[in-house]
């Protein structure tokens, strides 16, 4: 998975370059979406902790964790983006500090989403057991397994580099982007592997749950139809997160249709495969739920309305 502004090679990067006035235009338009998104999810974050009721229900813990992981990507997706702008290069040992991140929190979402597919159709299939199965402790050790796997599937490369490139390598200036920093045949052909291995998985558990759930939705019940359409949104949201697995060759495809347009086309790849999915999650999880809106549109409407303290007379 790939975390700088539209994945630029080289030559895209360096040989065509904005004017000033659309550099500060893109930059504009990619800080005040992130800030705007990040605003919404933060206060998804902080009506999450305020209420207890949500820190009980592993549907809500799961979400939740979702969110943060967006924060994080966005964050780290749109500092990278702004430096490429302003440094162009930067230091590889100081691009790994932003890469790494965005790695494990890119690779997070698809697997979370496989997670909150499997605590739906267990609640909606097999709803006796749910408060067995889905429990809390549970929920928490499914996040550390996400973590884990997500890990296995980044740090090798870090090992990689360390083993087959030059300690020079390590302080000169690079564009900041995975197959620049971890450039080995080896890294490539490992990144490959993991993601299909990932995607396979995400998309069989998504598959399975939506089936089984669409069988119990013919019985009419109102909480089956539901869980059936947000497996759906789950499904859109993993074919956004599979975006940036096409990106190489959907950029290709751009710049032979659009020649002159390659600057363009690099901004346009970057919001849909980085900003569109931050987007996305709010609204198929928190907005969407009942109890979740209620209690954020307290937060949302009035998070700038504080309360006037009384004066008091001496």
């Not at 580099?161 to 920093?181: G, I, K, Q």
């Not at 949201?237 to 390659?262: E, H, K, S």
Request: a positive charge; proline letters at 4%.
């Amino acid at each position: 998975m790939n975390f700088t502004p539209g994945e630029s090679n080289m030559t895209g990067a360096v040989n065509y370059r904005d004017t000033f006035v659309m550099a500060v235009c893109k930059n504009v338009i990619v800080v005040v979406l992130g800030i705007s998104i990040n605003y919404i999810n933060a206060t998804m974050v902080h009506t999450f902790n305020k209420h207890h009721i949500f820190k009980m229900n592993p549907r809500f813990i799961l979400f939740i964790h979702l969110v943060i992981n967006n924060i994080i990507q966005l964050t780290t997706s749109i500092s990278l983006f702004i430096f490429t702008y302003t440094f162009h290069t930067i230091y590889v040992s100081l691009c790994c500090l932003f890469i790494l991140p965005a790695i494990f929190t890119t690779q997070n979402t698809p697997l979370n989403l496989a997670f909150m597919a499997a605590e739906c159709y267990i609640a909606v299939c097999i709803p006796l057991r749910h408060s067995s199965i889905c429990t809390v402790k549970r929920t928490y050790i499914v996040i550390a397994i996400v973590w884990t796997m997500s890990s296995l599937s980044v740090l090798p490369d870090v090992f990689i580099l360390l083993a087959t490139e030059p300690p020079e390598f390590l302080n000169s200036r690079v564009f900041c982007a995975r197959d620049t920093v971890f450039r080995s045949t080896y890294s490539l052909k490992k990144r490959d592997a993991s993601h299909i291995l990932f995607l396979v998985v995400v998309w069989l558990t998504l598959f399975y749950t939506y089936f089984r759930i669409l069988f119990v939705a013919r019985a009419a019940d109102s909480d089956a139809k539901k869980a059936k359409n947000t497996i759906i949104l789950h499904g859109f949201q993993v074919l956004l997160c599979m975006m940036v697995y096409v990106q190489p060759m959907l950029r290709q495809m751009l710049i032979y249709l659009f020649p002159g347009g390659v600057a363009a086309i690099n901004f346009v790849v970057f919001i849909i495969n980085q900003i569109l999915p931050r987007f996305v999650s709010p609204i198929v999880y928190g907005l969407r739920d009942k109890t979740f809106r209620k209690y954020i549109k307290k937060y949302l409407c009035t998070v700038n309305s504080h309360p006037k303290m009384p004066h008091h007379k001496n």
